[in-house]
């Protein structure tokens, strides 16, 4: 399967810097970005300052072709390269149509609700409950998703302080494809 992508704005140092880092997902699936491509590629991606973020999968779609599909505002010149493939080995797996793994539903993390509410509901996020809710602790359904197990070394998890949770469980910060990542990305996009 071939995926259009076309950078919206940004550098050519800081777009090689993201094509080496993205490439990865292609080494484990029937998957083949064509960067380079015009700004009616399916694929849309810009560097503005308010954050990072991908629409997941076919969603893409449905982004009017003047309107970014992607947005990778975490970085610049100066981030350096393992951020660099940590936030676009991310930001690509929403692109594949990979979800956040701590959201699986196969669950399991015992969630410390009042210590995540206090830390997220604060700056820098400031977000409201129900924010907090939809991005933390709502599962995806069971019948409407394709997954594995947790996988606590999936780059696509977030990372998870001992504070947030009641029994100590912890994720550090994730900057690679696991090992789950991988097969999981080879099943859905079969070589």
Known sequence: MDLRIHFMSGDAHLHDRVV????????????????????????????????????????????????????????????TNQEVRRVVLHEFGHLLGCLHEHQNPSGGIPWDREAVYRYYGGPPNNWDQAKIDRNIFDTYRDDLTSHTKVDSQSIMMYPIPAAFTTSGYSVGLNDDLSEVDKTFIAEMYLF
């Open 20 to 79: 080496d880092a993205a490439i990865a997902w292609t080494r484990h699936a029937n998957i083949h970005f064509l960067f380079g491509a015009g700004a009616d590629a399916e694929i849309r991606i810009a560097f503005e300052p308010n954050g990072s973020w991908s629409y997941i999968g076919t969603e893409a779609l449905r982004v009017p072709k003047e309107k970014p599909t992607m947005n990778l505002g975490w970085l610049n010149a100066e981030t």
